[in-house]
């Protein structure tokens, strides 16, 4: 059993940035620059907005973070969007989701300009993924891929299964997983809250893609021997022991699973890590693109 150690492709990735953007500012042109928004006070999206932006900084890249107060309201939040797609330093423009209930997420979404787009969200983005074309693949889908490849971890003709569907993650990694691609030509399966017999599904998977948002929720006897298993839950567990008060937990029962599988990310130090990794790379052909 080989663990998909996040942290040692990442570094690897964010090497190979680093360099890059170096190379760009010996050129005398400016480095590439990612703009985060921001929206209330969410500990976790606080977390992850600051691992974003600390990313940038460690492989060269400019980043502003524009933070709105929780009750903010969304012609305001439009308004910053229409800002950045205006700014022609700024490259890549993420708004951190969820978003508060009063802000339609799609019309946040649908505001940014596609070629800003670095999570990949935006639907004209979806569709060239959907048809194949390039584009920017969103952040944690485009962090497996990149996982897979960087453990070559074989693909072609295997049966996969991606448990979710939302368009963030479940969906977007069954069209990546089954298009005509290097790390895709797999036979995909997607379950979602509606499937029955979802472990017997599952027992036919050489590669699961768990992500749910269920701790622990894929147990042993849902894995077949030899598996890939690859763990994108993220879920704070209150835990009056842990320093913080919670632990991260993923979608799969490490402790059981791992023994039965033949690669498996840990979490955490699997898949999030991988996902900021897919982020910087959008940026950066953001910026190649707007600068092509
Ligand atoms: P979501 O809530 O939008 O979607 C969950 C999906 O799981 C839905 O499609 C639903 O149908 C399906 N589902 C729910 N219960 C199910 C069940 N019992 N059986 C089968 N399917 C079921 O969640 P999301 O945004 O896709 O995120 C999923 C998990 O991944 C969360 O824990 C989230 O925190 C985590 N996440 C991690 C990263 C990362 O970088 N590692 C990035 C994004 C999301």
Redesign the pocket.
């Known amino acids: 059993m080989i663990i998909l150690d996040g942290k040692i492709a990442s570094q690897a990735i964010k090497e190979g940035l680093k360099n890059q953007v170096q190379s760009i500012i010996n050129q005398g042109k400016r480095a590439p620059h990612l703009a985060a928004i921001l929206v209330g006070n969410n500990g976790a999206s606080e977390t992850y907005v600051a691992s974003k932006v600390k990313n940038c900084e460690e492989i060269g890249f400019e980043s502003s973070l524009i933070r709105l107060e929780s009750d903010v309201e969304e012609t305001k939040l439009l308004e910053e969007i229409h800002q950045l797609n205006n700014d022609e330093k700024i490259d890549g423009i993420l708004v951190q989701l969820p978003l508060p209930k009063h802000i339609s997420e799609q019309k946040v979404i649908e505001a940014i300009n596609p070629k800003k787009d670095v999570d990949g969200f935006h639907p004209v983005n979806v569709g060239k993924l959907v048809q194949g074309l390039e584009t920017f693949i969103p952040?944690?889908p485009y962090?497996i891929m990149l996982m897979l490849e960087h453990f070559d971890i074989p693909t072609k003709g295997k049966h996969a299964v991606v448990?979710?569907?939302?368009n963030?993650?479940?969906r977007p990694m069954s069209i990546l997983l089954s298009s005509n691609t290097k790390r895709g030509n797999c036979t995909v399966t997607v379950?979602?809250?509606?499937?029955p017999n979802?472990n017997e599904i599952c027992l036919q998977a050489d590669i699961i893609v768990a992500?749910?948002?269920?701790p622990e929720?894929v147990k042993a006897d849902m894995v077949k021997n030899g598996a890939v298993v690859i763990d994108?839950?993220?879920?704070r567990v209150e835990d009056a022991t842990a320093k913080k008060g919670f632990r991260i937990k993923g979608?799969v029962a490490y402790a059981e699973v791992a023994s039965k599988t033949s690669a498996i990310t840990p979490v955490p130090g699997?898949?999030?890590l991988?996902?900021i990794a897919g982020l910087l790379k959008n940026t950066l052909q953001a910026y190649q693109n707007n600068n092509a």
């Open positions: 952040a944690t962090g448990i979710g569907r939302s963030i993650v479940g379950c979602h809250s509606h499937t979802l992500a749910l948002g269920k929720f994108v839950g993220i879920t979608d699997g898949v999030g991988m996902t």
